[in-house]
């Protein structure tokens, strides 16, 4: 059937909207300031990706029955900005210590046999990690200006050691209830966030269940964390 419309051989109507050029965003601050969110928003995205996939893979994608003996901190509570000072009176900022896993033991200079055990199984389980040892770093925190026994020096060589005040410890780690904080081990990630707590009286029992919390942490972030800082 033929229609003898006039408007039969007429070409449709199309509007067509030309795109915005790069000269338009860029004059537009709103387009400007909603553009660079997305990309700060993406950069720590990326960044922190690696971190989140190996916490995902400890706490979450771990084998059924897999006993762990460290609470996870939540929030994790970063590095502060404070002076410590060496055993030789030098000054060192705690933020200096990130790029390595910490395990941080806490207690007066004089070191008590508590303190002492605490030293005893750091060292063990820093050994005991065999060729992932060099990705962590043990740390002694002294909260009091109480002189190091020189029987101790010894097997504080590859150790670090600070001196802390007391005040400004305790706005950064925290022990559990009831708990005083160096009846602990703390664990620091490489970004400077300390992010576990072991629970107190570490012993030949608990120490192989800390030692594999250790060993999954170590495995779970091999992807992204080298030994030694840059």
């Given at each position: 059937?033929?229609?003898?419309?006039?408007?039969?051989?007429?070409?449709?109507?199309?509007?067509?909207?030309?795109?915005?050029?790069?000269?338009?965003?860029?004059?537009?601050?709103?387009?400007?300031?909603?553009?660079?969110?997305?990309?700060?928003?993406?950069?720590?995205?990326?960044?922190?990706?690696?971190?989140?996939?190996?916490?995902?893979?400890?706490?979450?994608?771990?084998?059924?029955?897999?006993?762990?003996?460290?609470?996870?901190?939540?929030?994790?509570?970063?590095?502060?900005?404070?002076?410590?000072?060496?055993?030789?009176?030098?000054?060192?900022?705690?933020?200096t210590l990130k790029d390595q896993w910490?395990?941080?033991?806490?207690?007066?200079?004089?070191?008590?046999?508590?303190?002492?055990?605490?030293?005893?199984?750091?060292?063990?389980?820093?050994?005991?990690?065999?060729?992932?040892?060099?990705?962590?770093?043990?740390?002694?925190?002294?909260?009091?200006?109480?002189?190091?026994?020189?029987?101790?020096?010894?097997?504080?060589?590859?150790?670090?050691?600070?001196?802390?005040?007391?005040?400004?410890?305790?706005?950064?780690?925290?022990?559990?209830?009831?708990?005083?904080?160096?009846?602990?081990?703390?664990?620091?990630?490489?970004?400077?966030?300390?992010?576990?707590?072991?629970?107190?009286?570490?012993?030949?029992?608990?120490?192989?269940?800390?030692?594999?919390?250790?060993?999954?942490?170590?495995r779970g972030s091999e992807g992204w964390?080298?030994?030694?800082?840059?």
């Open positions: 059937m033929h229609s003898d419309s006039p408007h039969d051989d007429q070409p449709l109507g199309l509007t067509v909207h030309s795109m915005p050029s790069t000269a338009d965003i860029a004059a537009d601050p709103q387009t400007r300031t909603r553009v660079g969110r997305w990309k700060m928003a993406l950069v720590l995205l990326i960044c922190a990706a690696p971190v989140v996939a190996s916490y995902f893979a400890y706490y979450v994608v771990r084998p059924e029955g897999r006993r762990n003996h460290g609470d996870l901190i939540d929030p994790q509570r970063p590095l502060p900005d404070l002076n410590a000072t060496t055993l030789d009176g030098k000054s060192v900022n705690l933020r910490l395990l941080v033991s806490v207690a007066g200079g004089a070191c008590d046999e508590a303190c002492a055990n605490h030293l005893y199984f750091q060292r063990q389980l820093r050994e005991g990690l065999g060729k992932n040892k060099d990705r962590l770093d043990r740390v002694w925190l002294i909260d009091d200006a109480a002189p190091v026994p020189e029987a101790l020096l010894p097997g504080l060589r590859d150790a670090t050691v600070l001196r802390v005040p007391k005040e400004a410890l305790a706005q950064w780690l925290q022990p559990q209830a009831g708990q005083a904080l160096e009846n602990h081990l703390y664990v620091v990630d490489p970004m400077g966030n300390w992010m576990m707590r072991f629970a107190p009286g570490v012993n030949l029992q608990t120490a192989p269940v800390i030692k594999k919390d250790l060993e999954q942490l170590m964390d080298q030994a030694g800082r840059p």
